[in-house]
Structure formats: C-alpha cells, structure tokens
C-alpha cells in the first residue's frame, strides 16, 4: 500500500517528467513576443492584438510523447473589426505577406486551414500557429 508521502512524490516525478521545461518555455515566449513586436512594427495602419492561445495561454503545456512531434505554440493576431477584413483576407492577404516577409529571416512557413505554420528549423521540436482573427 502507498503512503501519502509517497504517492505525493510519485506525481511530483510524473508531472516534472511531462511539464514543459523552462528553457523550452522561455524559448516558445521569446519567439511569440518577437514575432508579435515585429508585425506590430509592420503593420502601423492596424492595431492588431497579439496573444498566445491554447495550452501556453493557460499554463498547461505538456511535452510531446515522442521526439517526432513538436510543443505547438497558438499565436493570435487579432484586427479589429472596424477595419472590414473577411478572415480569408486576413489571413491570405495580410498575415501571409507579413510571415513571408519575417520568413526571409528566420523558418519555413505552411498554409493551414485557418492558419499559418511556422517551422523553426533553430528550435528543435517548436512550431508556432499563427491564427488571424478579429474582434
């Protein structure tokens, strides 16, 4: 039979061995803060919002099962509504010429059905989503 204590320990030693290492997640903010600062810098005819989404918005990262699959990392870029964009036009005709343009310095970049995938080649097992939206 276990023991308080011991079962206490053992999920300390399960939840240390699936948390998200702080390294890792200094990394995944200082990524989504630089990105962030970038569009704003580039974008001064919005005021677009930029905000993590997802398990690092709520603190609940956990690592990938296998060294196959990467931390995923949702970055919101929110226009306001007032400015009239569809979310296809967002997304195709605002965001992606902005990613384009930041990819030339740093990753590859994928189309996905609501997004845009950001493959960092310099993190290994680190990708960002970077969805458009507004409000």
């Known amino acids: 039979m276990y023991t308080k204590d011991s079962l206490n320990n053992l999920y300390r030693m399960i939840a240390s061995n699936i948390d998200i290492s702080d390294k890792m997640f200094e990394l995944a903010e200082e990524e989504y803060k630089k990105l962030g600062k970038w569009i704003d810098k580039e974008t001064p005819e919005y005021q677009i919002s930029i905000y993590p989404q997802g398990s690092f918005a709520l603190g609940t990262v956990v690592r990938p ?5 990467d931390y995923d990392l949702d970055l919101v870029c929110q226009f306001e509504e007032k400015y ?3 979310a296809k036009k967002m997304k195709v005709d605002v965001v992606k010429p902005l990613l384009v343009k930041y990819k030339v310095s740093q ?4 189309e996905k059905r609501r997004c845009w995938h950001i493959e960092y080649k310099d993190i290994p097992y680190f990708h960002m989503d970077v969805i ?4």
């Not at 458009?132 to 409000?135: K, Q, T």
Request: aromatic share 6%; no cysteine.
């Open 65 to 69: 099962i296998s060294n196959e699959d």
């Open 84 to 86: 009239g964009l569809t």
């Open 107 to 110: 990753n590859e970049i994928e």
């Open 132 to 135: 458009p939206a507004y409000a």
